[in-house]
């Protein structure tokens, strides 16, 4: 049976004010003008990756006909943020079995993630309205969420005002706030702590970004330092992975060495190659798998390893006939699985200055060694609890990295600590997510019955 919810149509004082101090206004309205003449100015590019109407959802009008409730809306800004929504949608259907849930991405890459990991769990694939007041209010009326979920990082003023003046309940989940953002957020700290204050609850990931937020002015009770929910979407992922029927399909022993290099930018590609051609020479059995952040950089990497004399092929093209010494990963939302692979991985997006590193948790689940550049100021916490426990480490240069790589295929008592080390912080970090939907869950239960 479903259990259809009347929408709570009274709202609150600061809902219907939601007033800014006048110099704010006037920056507020600046940054409309601004998103404005951008989206004329580039409107053919952008309209790619961002719709500017309720038009694009016609086509799918069980969004607007369904009275099941609650309606939930996850948003995530690109693939890592969706695949870290993946317990968090498990958890909300099995709380909200009759819920309807709509979900999110930023960019084409987050949408096709989505819709590969998530299809059991979401009713329907969205993209995300670009952040102008009258764009994000027909969304908001279009699709009339009831509870609206944010990942990590993703702030965008004109929606959340918009959400909530119309009484939408607003959370963020994993909240992250880096030492730079924190640094301009700073200069204009009563706009952004009004932005803060459109959110019911936010879930912080890290003691830092909890810090950071609270000297914004928010109440205390209003943010919570819970911990990254990325480590129970592992736990599910991993629960769903078949790393031997992989490496069977890929013809590789059990005993040999692999290495896996995830999330590379066009950056650090020549880095890699020296790095996997040093280690070549003193384990000639190695092959290396690597996952380029952005698709098309495959065929150029390809090439790349071609000129170097490599055996390389890409996983679009296996099975093949021909030996294969590199592996380059052509398709979304695989690299997780390939991980459980590896002997010893590295996560890019680490070694060059303008980077903020990826999810280096994705490979530490797995209990192996992890090695990442200094640039990681997306998961800087999480990067050196892992180092100081002899998890991880840090490489500057391909030397360094070789050396990594290679102490990881040999060194045995290495990967033993990684193994016991990786064990015991997951099983320490698990179960945000349930404590997130329960907070979730009362204060919704509370405004419906209000």
């Given at each position: 049976?479903?259990?259809?919810w009347?929408?709570?149509?009274?709202?609150?004082?600061?809902?219907?004010q939601?007033?800014?101090?006048?110099?704010?206004?006037?920056?507020?309205?600046?940054?409309i003008?601004?998103?404005?003449l951008?989206?004329?100015?580039?409107y053919?590019?952008?309209?790619?990756?961002?719709?500017?109407?309720?038009?694009s959802?016609y086509?799918?009008?069980?969004?607007?006909?369904?009275?099941?409730?609650p309606?939930?809306?996850?948003?995530?800004?690109?693939?890592?943020?969706?695949?870290?929504?993946?317990?968090?949608?498990?958890?909300?259907?099995?709380?909200?079995?009759?819920?309807?849930?709509?979900?999110?991405?930023?960019?084409?890459d987050?949408?096709?993630?989505?819709?590969?990991?998530?299809?059991?769990?979401?009713?329907?694939f969205?993209?995300?309205p670009?952040?102008?007041?009258?764009?994000?209010?027909?969304?908001?009326?279009?699709?009339?969420?009831?509870?609206?979920?944010?990942?990590?990082?993703?702030?965008w003023?004109?929606?959340?005002?918009?959400?909530?003046r119309?009484?939408i309940?607003?959370?963020?989940?994993?909240?992250?706030?880096?030492?730079?953002?924190?640094?301009?957020?700073?200069?204009?700290?009563?706009?952004?702590?009004n932005?803060?204050?459109?959110f019911?609850?936010?879930?912080?990931a890290?003691?830092?970004?909890?810090?950071?937020?609270?000297?914004?002015?928010?109440?205390?009770?209003?943010?919570?330092?819970?911990?990254?929910?990325k480590?129970?979407?592992?736990?599910?992922?991993?629960?769903?992975?078949?790393?031997?029927?992989l490496?069977?399909?890929?013809?590789?022993?059990?005993d040999?060495?692999?290495i896996?290099?995830?999330?590379?930018?066009?950056?650090?590609?020549?880095?890699?190659?020296?790095?996997?051609?040093?280690?070549?020479?003193?384990?000639?059995?190695?092959k290396?798998?690597?996952?380029?952040r952005?698709?098309?950089?495959?065929?150029?990497?390809?090439?790349?390893?071609?000129?170097?004399?490599?055996?390389?092929?890409?996983?679009?093209?296996?099975?093949?006939?021909?030996?294969?010494?590199?592996?380059?990963?052509?398709?979304?939302?695989?690299?997780?699985?390939?991980?459980?692979?590896?002997?010893?991985?590295?996560?890019?997006?680490?070694?060059?200055?303008?980077?903020?590193?990826h999810?280096i948790?994705?490979?530490?689940?797995w209990?192996?060694p992890?090695?990442?550049?200094?640039?990681?100021?997306?998961f800087?916490?999480?990067?050196?609890?892992l180092?100081?426990?002899?998890?991880?480490?840090?490489?500057?240069?391909?030397?360094?990295?070789a050396?990594?790589?290679?102490?990881?295929?040999?060194?045995?008592?290495?990967?033993?600590?990684?193994?016991?080390?990786?064990?015991?912080?997951?099983?320490?970090?698990?179960?945000?997510?349930?404590?997130?939907?329960?907070?979730?869950t009362?204060?919704?239960?509370?405004?419906?019955?209000?």
């Amino acid at each position: 049976m479903i259990d259809i919810w009347p929408r709570k149509k009274k709202m609150s004082s600061d809902q219907e004010q939601l007033k800014l101090p006048w110099f704010y206004q006037v920056l507020h309205n600046f940054y409309i003008f601004l998103l404005g003449l951008i989206a004329a100015v580039f409107y053919p590019y952008i309209s790619r990756f961002y719709a500017f109407s309720p038009a694009s959802l016609y086509s799918s009008s069980k969004i607007k006909q369904s009275n099941q409730r609650p309606k939930i809306w996850i948003h995530g800004a690109s693939a890592g943020e969706i695949g870290a929504a993946l317990s968090l949608c498990s958890c909300l259907r099995e709380r909200y079995p009759h819920s309807y849930i709509v979900c999110s991405a930023a960019n084409p890459d987050g949408k096709r993630m989505a819709q590969e990991i998530l299809a059991p769990l979401v009713n329907e694939f969205i993209s995300y309205p670009l952040d102008l007041s009258w764009v994000v209010s027909r969304f908001l009326d279009f699709i009339q969420p009831d509870i609206f979920i944010t990942m990590e990082a993703e702030l965008w003023p004109n929606f959340l005002f918009s959400a909530k003046r119309k009484g939408i309940k607003c959370y963020l989940v994993s909240g992250r706030v880096s030492q730079q953002t924190f640094y301009w957020t700073q200069k204009i700290k009563n706009y952004w702590r009004n932005v803060l204050l459109s959110f019911d609850t936010l879930f912080m990931a890290d003691q830092l970004s909890y810090e950071r937020v609270l000297k914004f002015g928010l109440p205390e009770d209003k943010v919570l330092l819970l911990g990254n929910i990325k480590t129970d979407a592992l736990y599910e992922r991993k629960k769903k992975s078949q790393p031997e029927r992989l490496a069977q399909n890929l013809g590789l022993a059990a005993d040999l060495p692999v290495i896996v290099a995830g999330s590379i930018h066009k950056e650090e590609e020549e880095l890699i190659l020296e790095a996997f051609d040093k280690v070549r020479k003193m384990v000639p059995q190695v092959k290396i798998i690597i996952a380029p952040r952005h698709l098309d950089c495959c065929s150029q990497l390809v090439q790349l390893f071609k000129e170097k004399n490599f055996a390389v092929t890409s996983l679009s093209k296996l099975p093949a006939d021909e030996e294969w010494e590199v592996l380059i990963i052509d398709q979304m939302g695989v690299l997780f699985d390939f991980y459980g692979l590896s002997q010893v991985a590295f996560v890019g997006g680490s070694l060059c200055k303008n980077m903020r590193g990826h999810n280096i948790l994705e490979p530490a689940i797995w209990e192996i060694p992890v090695c990442y550049g200094p640039y990681v100021a997306s998961f800087q916490e999480v990067a050196s609890v892992l180092k100081s426990k002899g998890l991880s480490r840090v490489v500057h240069n391909s030397e360094e990295l070789a050396y990594a790589w290679y102490q990881g295929i040999t060194d045995t008592e290495w990967r033993k600590n990684a193994q016991m080390e990786a064990h015991h912080y997951f099983a320490q970090a698990g179960r945000i997510t349930e404590k997130v939907v329960d907070i979730i869950t009362k204060d919704w239960e509370q405004s419906r019955n209000a």
